[in-house]
């Protein structure tokens, strides 16, 4: 996104596709993981996100969401959830600044209004 909107005025409009290697990745199979349901609270169902190491991963604090409950067992997926989707953005530059020395030095913009998405109806 940066790449594409580096250097345009404002009132610019801009299409950018992102493939999935430069989004969130291709989605891993080896990232769907089956625990037993005991090793869950209770309350536990579909969609809900816990944060931590499956069995087996080496990836410390990765967010796992609950995929399917049946059999005593929980399915775990550990991928993003756009893992494997390519990306499509329209963009419409509305103001340029300067970025700040604390920005550059950060790499991010501190003012929550630099850069504001709404989903296209």
Do not use: C, W
């Amino acid at each position: 996104m940066e790449a594409a909107l580096d250097g345009r005025p404002a009132g610019s409009r801009v299409e950018v596709r992102l493939e999935p290697e430069e989004a969130f990745g291709d989605y891993d199979a080896a990232l769907l993981k089956v625990e037993p349901r005991e090793s869950f609270p209770r309350e536990t169902e579909l969609g809900m996100r816990f944060e931590g190491r499956a069995f087996g991963d080496e990836e410390p604090d990765r967010i796992y969401t609950v995929t399917d409950i049946a059999g005593g067992k929980v399915v775990l997926d550990g991928n993003h959830p756009l893992a494997g989707m390519a990306l499509k953005f329209l963009a419409r530059v509305v103001a340029v600044r300067p970025a700040s020395a604390q920005e550059i030095e950060h790499r991010s913009a501190e003012d929550e209004r630099a850069f504001v998405m709404r989903p296209l109806p």
